[in-house]
Each structure stands twice: as C-alpha cells, then as structure tokens.
C-alpha cells in the first residue's frame, strides 16, 4: 500500500564562519528564530573563497524537493554572486525554496522574492559580458601597440632553460628532483628541452 500523506515542507538552514574567529551565534539564533530546529542547520568553518565545505555538501544531500534553504546572508552561502546564482538555480532546479534573512525579499518560494532574485542573475551575466569585453578591449589595444597577449617566450640562453638541459643528461638524477630544485613544473622541465639554441 503506498504512504499517501503529504510530504511536510521543510526548513533547512546553512551557517559558515571563516577561520578568522567570526561569531556563529548570530547566525544560528537568527536559523533558530527561523523555525529551523538544530538537526536541520548545518555549519561551516571556513572562508568562502575555500571550494571544500562538507556542511554545504551535505546540506546540499539533505535538501529534498519542497524543502526551502535558509541562510542568515547572501554572502554566508557563495564564494562569489556566480556560484551563489549556479547553488540557488541548481536548488530551483530540483524544486528547493531558498531564502535569506537579513537580505530582505530574497525568498525564491514567493513570486516577488524571485523576482529579485532573477535581478541579480541579470547582473552577474552583465558584469561576466562587461568583463569579457574588457578583455578582449585591452587584448586588441595591446596588440595593436605591437604587444601579443599569452606566455612570454623563453629563450635557450635562459639560465634555468640551460640548467633543465645540463640536468636531463645525468641519469642519476629524477626529472622530479630536476623540477623541485629549479621550482618548476614537470609540463615546464620538458617544454624547456624542447627549446632549440638560438
């Protein structure tokens, strides 16, 4: 016999602190006020910039179709507006409500609470197009004062080019052990062979 009974909505919250000793308090009494009972609130300690967050992981687990995640501020849950915009879309999604208590209107579960949230991922797409042609601005603009955009080339006379090649042919020593004394990378040690003598 199938469970017919509705499924009950549900609250989840998410708190992170950086490592420089913010308080946590704040925003789990702002959860707690929520209706968010402890269970349901996960935590972070780590700053935003950092792509490893087990709380997030596993909020994100828990989160089911019908629930709304509750955060205390935007800027507890992405590391910049695009991956706030990429979390909050994916959540949609997969029919998850999001909501942040001190940004206020920023409720995806109301229509005018979507509303503001579709604003800010006009303008992250506006400020990626702006970026994009600044770019490409400064790209045409140096190159047409002679200047070429990528890596500088190297040359053969570079000491480091001609220490990798002195190096190579003592079998006795490991391509890692070229690489770590002359602070390179492995994909930079065999470019520098490749390097003819001018």
């Known amino acids: 016999m ?3 009974t509705p499924k009950t909505e549900r609250l989840i919250g998410y708190a992170r602190v950086s490592t420089t000793g913010q308080e946590l308090n704040l925003q789990l009494d702002a959860l707690k006020q929520a209706g968010i009972p402890d269970k349901l609130i996960f935590i972070d300690k780590a700053s935003g910039a950092k792509t490893e967050r087990p709380g997030l992981a596993a909020c994100m ?6 629930d709304t995640l509750v955060i205390w501020r935007l800027d507890r ?4 507006l695009k991956h706030l915009i990429e979390i909050v879309e994916e959540l949609k999604g997969r029919g998850v409500g999001f909501r942040s208590i001190s940004d206020g209107g920023i409720d995806t579960t109301t229509a005018s609470g979507e509303m503001v949230f579709n604003i800010f991922a006009t303008l992250a797409q506006f400020e ?3 970026i994009q042609e600044r770019t490409q601005a400064g790209l045409k603009a140096a190159r047409s004062r002679g200047k070429k955009g990528g890596r500088p080339k190297i040359s053969a006379n570079d000491p480091k080019v001609q220490m990798a090649k002195k190096m190579s042919k003592n079998l006795s020593i490991s391509v890692g052990e070229i690489c770590s004394t002359l602070k390179i990378s492995r994909a930079t040690y065999y470019r520098f062979l490749k390097i003819k003598g001018e």
């Open 61 to 66: 687990t828990e989160l089911q179709a019908g």
């Open 128 to 130: 990626r197009r702006l």
């Open 77 to 80: 849950l992405g590391r910049s």
């Open 2 to 4: 199938t469970d017919t």
